[in-house]
């Protein structure tokens, strides 16, 4: 046999006069060596010439998909499944936003008070923070790089113990309301108005395969949403810019959707709308 | 001229697929019940596990609803995209289940396609759909043959190194030949 059989170059290009066709080729069939991946990725992305070769290859490679499988019907409840989890609500991407948190105008403000005012006692409790100074405040202000990595480390306590407020006291707390019709969501979400803090507690829910939450604003009297960013498997905290405090103080709703695995492409929720909720102040 | 029914149809589809790209939910209703029965057949082909086939079948809609506002109809054929996304789902899966982990492989190899530059995709879709078959059959029947078990079926060079005893790089020269040839061909 040819001496690549011994071991095999990392790089076949050339070798057998195939080149970038034939790497093409191994990488649409998903052939080619996880090493050899990324250096091919990290080519395509700076060489036309290549993402063309990718996408010649993979418009041919389907035709024998598209001729020679057989066409085999699904159950029928996996076409209910799949729109449940895309459009569990009525709502659609072409619907205004006001529409689709319809259903959510008819839960009770007060009920979601006492929710709120109740669960900041929790978090408080369990965070032993908030009424006052946080004694970890200078610490974490003199080395910010290692904040994330704190707070991830204290999760570790409990699965759904929330990353503590950043600096300044909490002023608000959210209680988020689940959708109807949707798999109930459990979460936690304290503002600081002081420091713009927000922390989010990571999320207890069930989520389709490759679906994260992303957490929005949605300022009062406002359609638009602004989102404040994907809920990691440790939550989410950051600081948020005056635009978004002040949206929050007065009272703008945070709503939850799930979305592809960066977050939504569009800037808008793309996905079901999980729940909601609204401010209160401690 | 009238259309044929494969070009009717291509014309639905890329219809269907504009819409969904607006957000209209009837539209996806509509595209699942007509594309749903191929798809899942590449699914359950690549994972031979129903269970997992329906787990595929469903990250592929969630693709597609997500990614159809970015389908160019200059581009691929809807068919050819569709089946696209759905293999590259269920060989994300099957790799997933076979290393045991969540380590997605080649990102950008299971990413949407995008579309070819349009006149070159367009030949793909029309004469070129009965090349690709034509230079299939070109081939020596068993490298053929592998061509197929790793597009069709998900095979690794590991597997088909052991279903053929030879060392997986000797596997490796042989497919490089084969893709090579099928390339010149597909070129002719």
């Not at chain 1, 993979?58 to 019907?73: G, I, K, P, T």
Request: charged content about 25%.
């Amino acid at each position: 046999m040819s001496a690549a059989d011994a071991l095999g170059p990392p790089e076949w290009a050339g070798e057998d006069g195939g080149g970038d066709n034939a790497l093409a080729g191994e990488y649409v069939l998903g052939l080619m060596p996880e090493p050899e991946v990324q250096a091919f990725e990290k080519r395509m992305t700076d060489e036309p010439d290549l993402r063309a070769e990718v996408s010649y290859w993979q418009l041919r490679f389907a035709v024998l998909a598209e001729d020679e499988v057989a066409s085999v019907r699904p159950p029928g409840r996996l076409k209910n499944r799949i729109q449940r989890s895309l459009f569990g609500l009525p709502w659609t991407s072409s619907q205004a936003l006001r529409e689709r948190l319809g259903w959510w105008r008819g839960v009770s403000m007060v009920a979601m008070t006492a929710a709120a005012a109740f669960l900041t006692l929790v978090l408080q409790d369990r965070m032993g923070l908030p009424a006052g100074e946080d004694p970890d405040a200078t610490e974490r202000a003199t080395a910010p790089g290692a904040q994330d990595s704190v707070s991830a480390a204290e999760q570790t306590d409990s699965a759904t113990a929330p990353a503590r407020a950043g600096d300044g006291a909490p002023s608000h707390a959210v209680q988020i309301t689940s959708a109807p019709d949707a798999p109930p969501l459990t979460l936690a979400i304290v503002f600081s108005a002081e420091s713009g803090a927000l922390t989010v507690s990571p999320a207890t829910t069930s989520l389709p395969p490759g679906r994260v939450l992303e957490i929005w604003l949605i300022p009062p009297g406002s359609d638009a949403a602004m989102s404040l960013g994907v809920i990691g498997e440790t939550g989410l905290r950051r600081v948020v810019g005056p635009e978004i405090a002040a949206g929050i103080v007065a009272g703008g709703s945070l709503a939850v959707s799930d979305e592809p695995p960066d977050g939504s492409p569009t800037g808008s929720p793309t996905g079901m709308i999980r729940g909601i909720g609204v401010p209160v102040a401690l | 001229m009238p259309l044929t029914q494969r070009e009717t149809e291509r014309l639905e589809l890329e219809q269907l697929i504009a819409r969904c790209g607006r957000g209209d939910e009837g539209a996806f209703s509509e595209l699942y019940d007509r594309t749903s029965a191929k798809l899942y057949g590449v699914a359950l082909r690549i994972l031979k596990d129903r269970g997992a086939a329906e787990d595929a079948l469903q990250e592929t809609y969630f693709n597609v609803w997500g990614a159809a506002g970015r389908f160019s109809t200059d581009g691929a054929s809807p068919i050819t995209w569709l089946v696209t996304i759905a293999r590259h789902r269920a060989i994300d899966r099957l790799r997933r289940s076979r290393r045991g982990d969540n380590v997605p492989i080649g990102a950008a190899a299971l990413a949407v396609p995008t579309a070819a530059p349009g006149p070159e995709a367009q030949a793909a879709a029309s004469s070129e759909r009965r090349r690709v078959e034509a230079c299939m059959g070109e081939l020596p029947k068993d490298r053929a043959a592998l061509v197929r078990a790793v597009y069709l079926d998900g095979d690794s060079y590991a597997q088909l190194a052991a279903r053929h005893k030879v060392p997986i790089n000797t596997m490796r020269s042989w497919m490089r030949r084969a893709l090579i040839s099928l390339r010149a061909c597909l070129a002719r």
